[in-house]
């Protein structure tokens, strides 16, 4: 295991020059850290993504570009060595500009990763320009030479093998003689192919990273210190989790707490690597250590919540002890690339929930043509406007949790729900209109009464 941390700093962390700076502060205080992995500057993804799904209007097109042109240039206004960064950054804006005239005619997920990537491939030109200002002795490495996937476009998937051995010959190296500043997000494909690993990925591209050079420790600087027991925008009386376990902060990104990506921790896990999650704003605040095996483990840890869900319910009389009928319904969606998330069955229906996370955004849908196969076999029923509610604990199978939890939610209507699959979560589907409220009822008699 190399003897030196990752550092991760989210788009609210490097949104501006007063935000790089304390970015730099925090590796100028910690030694150990060697490597960092930078988002874009907030709100440059969302710019960038619009450009890819096609603007045709050039005139929108052109502004969204000069906003483009604005963020980054505002703050390397403020360097006092400039033009090697603008030279850089014009290079990489006349490239988007490229890409976005060609989106406007054929949007494709290959172009779209190809514009996107640009985010982060911008940021850390500056950042690294302002750490050696800083007396840093740092070095920008374009983390496509070392993080390979295949080529799903948008949603790909990371070549472990590959990138550990590609990491040990180009990066650990250059990490011990400096601090390497470098993109979470991307990676490519064997042939050169700028590809993206899906919205939030800069977490899950942060972790594979501090698995290839086998990081003693990775830092994932955000807006929030740490995790709390629910998002405090919710619930006001939400608390900070000082240390969770593995199982319990995978749980709770899978099921929607944004301030980590559902694949996060796999990396993290496989190699028993520590996770810090803290507050780039207010790094004296501390924050959540993420753990193999933690000190405390209480029944009700944390809710998370997700919103955007699509229920898709296939009903069939011939489903009633008959062979195979499931079989046939997940062969369809698996063809076609449909994830499954949460799954409940009867007698005679299957409800299914999907979860959208590829780089367009927006929230899942079911294909025409998926849907057109599946109604071969069955009715077909798609709700939207939905939201899950998790409910992260330990040992939930203990009897009398479920009094104490349903007898909370008598006045609403309850979607879905799922257990058993894991003694760690309690799932349900709301209407997206009660989520909150939901939120708010659940912690207030779980969390706040003790």
Known sequence: MSAFNVAKFGGTSVADFEAMSRCAAIVENNPKTRLVVSSACSGVTNILVELANGVQDTDRRAALIEQLHQTHFSIVDQLKEQSQVKDDLLFILDKV???????????????????????????THILTQLMRERGLDTVRFDIREVLRTDDNYGRAEPQVESTAALAKEKLTPLCHDHIVITQGFIGSDEEGNTTTLGRGGSDYSAALIAEAV??????????????????????????????????????????????LHPSTLLPALRH??????????????????????????????????????????IRSAKM????????????????????VDLVTTSEISVSITLDKTDTSGGSPELPLAVRAELEELAHVEVERNLSLIALIGNQMETQGYAKKVFS??????????????SDHNLCFLVDADEANHVIQKLHQELFEAE
Request: glycine fraction near 8%; charge should be positive.
């Open 97 to 123: 500009n490229s890409f976005s005239e060609a989106a406007s005619v054929q949007s494709t997920s290959k172009l779209t990763d190809h514009l996107v990537a640009c985010g982060e491939l911008m940021s």
């Open 214 to 259: 086998q990081a003693s420790g990775l830092e994932i600087w955000t807006d929030v210190p740490g995790i709390y027991t629910t998002d405090p925008r919710i619930a006001p009386k939400a608390m900070p989790i000082p240390e969770i376990s593995f199982s319990e902060a995978s749980e709770m990104a899978n099921f929607g707490a944004k301030i």
């Open 272 to 313: 028993g690597i520590p996770v810090f999650v803290g507050s780039s704003r207010e790094p004296a605040n501390g924050g959540t250590w993420i753990r193999k095996r933690v000190t405390s483990s209480p029944l009700f840890r944390a809710l998370a919540l997700r919103a955007n869900q699509t229920m898709v319910t």
């Open 320 to 339: 009633f002890h008959a062979y195979g009928f499931l079989a046939k319904v997940f062969e369809i969606l698996a063809k076609h690339k449909i994830s």
């Open 408 to 421: 909370t939610l008598g006045d609403y209507n309850l979607r879905m729900i799922c257990y058993g699959a």
